[in-house]
């Protein structure tokens, strides 16, 4: 079996996330804007929740469900600190070695927070199994495209400076793969869809306090560490774009539960697709006309 990717430095990324919890508020804005997208389908259902988890919600997603009805709340974060100041019972805690037992919750809600995990598809193991039966499962994370311009006038200028490029901004996920997984991990009606949220910044430099203050420094452990020439960042930012997209993709999924609706079994139809479409019907190997 491959063994399971080590793209990001966990423990570097705790304690950045530690360093940003006191001004995590900076960026409350573009957490909420995000969280109320997420949070929007749970209008789509009737289901009432006892009992959630906010995974990494940074003091949105809770106050949010709380606001709902939702009497039981766990916050968890990576950061001792941000954990303190998510708005529910506070718990640190890897997203990769969750520390519940199996169904403990109704409801979990990652805002955000799943794009630094090096095993995604185990995370979404972990996560379905702390789900009660018919409970649901939203995740929001940032997929491919987003940043794309800061990384390639990054790549650009390290590339002039350096005669070369280190990796500075995280791989984002793509769409097409989402469901998939959501299906490994064994989620039923697992679906997967695409929101964006439109970002403008005066200076490149409110772009970068903006990522640090939400615990979003580099991680990537393949990154270099060294001391960067003094002319790479102003070269960066002078041919950056500051109209950019947060692309948000969005992940549904429930844990199964006898009372979901099922695929029929093949062959079952008792209408011709046909007849509905109102069109001829060949058999296999009839050539139409």
Same mark, same amino acid.
């Given at each position: ?66 606001? /709902?009805?939702? =009497? *039981?709340?766990?916050?968890? !974060? #990576? &950061? ?8 529910? +019972? %506070? ?76 990796? /500075?901004?995280? =791989? *984002?996920?793509?769409?097409? !793969? #989402? &469901? ?8 039923? +009606? %697992? ?99």
């Amino acid at each position: 079996m491959e063994a399971n990717p080590d793209i990001f430095d966990r423990r570097l990324m705790r304690l950045r996330r530690e360093r940003a919890a006191p001004r995590v508020a900076q960026v409350a804005p573009i957490l909420e804007a995000a969280a109320d997208l997420l949070l929007d389908r749970l209008d789509d259902t009737t289901r009432r929740f006892t009992r959630a988890l906010d995974l990494g919600g940074r003091g949105v997603v809770a106050p949010r469900l709380a606001a /709902r009805g939702i =009497p *039981f709340i766990v916050s968890m !974060d #990576l &950061a001792e600190g941000m954990a303190a100041r998510a708005g529910g +019972l %506070p718990l640190a805690g890897d997203e990769e070695w969750l520390p519940f037992a199996p169904e403990s919750f109704d409801l979990v809600v990652a805002n955000l927070s799943l794009h630094g995990v090096n095993d995604l598809p185990g995370a979404l193991v972990q996560l379905r199994r702390a789900l009660r039966p018919d409970g649901l499962f939203l995740a929001a994370m940032p997929g491919f495209g987003t940043l794309q311009g800061l990384r390639e006038a990054l790549a650009a200028a390290e590339a002039e400076t350096r005669g070369g490029i280190s990796p /500075r901004i995280a =791989p *984002f996920a793509d769409l097409r !793969d #989402l &469901a998939g997984l959501l299906q490994r991990a064994g989620f039923a +009606l %697992p679906v997967a869809d695409q929101d964006s949220l439109p970002l403008q910044y005066r200076t490149p430099m409110g772009l970068i306090a903006d990522l640090r203050a939400g615990g979003e420094g580099n991680a990537i452990r393949a990154a270099d560490r060294r001391i960067p020439p003094r002319a790479l960042f102003p070269l960066a930012f002078s041919a950056l774009d500051l109209t950019m997209e947060l692309r948000l993709l969005v992940m549904t999924g429930w844990a199964p539960h006898e009372s979901q609706q099922k695929p029929a079994r093949p062959g079952s139809a008792t209408a011709r697709l046909a007849e509905a479409l109102g069109s001829p019907e060949y058999k296999t190997g009839d050539k139409a006309g």
